[in-house]
C-alpha cells in the first residue's frame, strides 16, 4: 500500500482564474481540527527540509506555487513524489519521517497542522524514529 494519501481539493476556477477553499469536518476533505497553519518560501535552492515525524501531529502539505520532491518513510518503506499542485493535498500521518527534497525557487509549501507547534512532539533522530515505529 503506498505510504502516499492524496486529498483532492477542487479547483473554483472561473474566468477571473482559480481559487481553492480548504475546509473540515465531516465530508470535508481536513479529516482533522486544524490548529496551525504555516507555509515554506524562499527555500535555499539545492537545500532540504524535513528529517523528522511527529509522534502525535497529522498534517496536510500543499503545494500552491512551484513544486518539490516529498519523500515518506514509515519506518519499513521509503517512497517519493513531487508535490506539484494547488489541488492536491498530501495527508501525513503521525508516525511518518517526512523529508523535503529539491524545491522550485518559486515553491510555497503549505501545511495545515492538528496541532500547535510542540518541539516535544518530533522525532529528529531516524534511528530513534525506526525504533520507535517499530516497537
Ligand atoms: P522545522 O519543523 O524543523 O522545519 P522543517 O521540518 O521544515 O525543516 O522547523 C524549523 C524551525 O521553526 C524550528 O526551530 C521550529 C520552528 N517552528 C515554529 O516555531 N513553529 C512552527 O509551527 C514550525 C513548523 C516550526
Not at 483532492?8 to 490548529?35: C, H, T, Y
Not at 518560501?41 to 523528522?52: A, D, F
Not at 515525524?53 to 513531487?82: F, N, P, Y
Not at 508535490?83 to 492536491?88: A, E, I, N, W
Request: charged share 30%.
Amino acid at each position: 500500500m503506498s505510504l502516499f494519501k492524496w486529498v483532492e481539493f477542487p479547483s473554483l476556477g472561473d474566468e477571473r482564474g482559480s481559487m481553492v477553499a480548504v475546509e473540515m469536518g465531516q465530508n470535508k476533505a481536513v479529516p482533522f481540527d486544524i490548529k496551525r497553519v504555516y507555509y515554506i518560501y524562499n527555500t535555499e535552492q539545492g537545500g532540504s527540509r524535513g528529517y523528522h515525524a511527529h509522534k502525535q501531529l497529522k498534517q496536510i502539505a500543499i503545494c500552491v506555487a512551484g513544486k518539490c520532491r516529498m519523500v515518506l518513510d514509515d519506518g519499513t518503506s521509503r517512497e517519493e513524489t513531487w508535490l506539484d499542485s494547488p489541488t492536491k493535498g498530501l495527508l501525513i500521518e503521525n508516525m511518518v519521517w517526512r523529508e523535503m527534497h529539491d524545491f522550485s525557487e518559486d515553491c510555497v509549501l503549505l501545511v495545515l497542522a492538528s496541532e500547535h507547534y510542540d518541539e516535544a512532539d518530533y522525532i529528529r533522530d531516524h534511528e530513534d524514529f525506526r525504533q520507535q515505529v517499530n516497537q
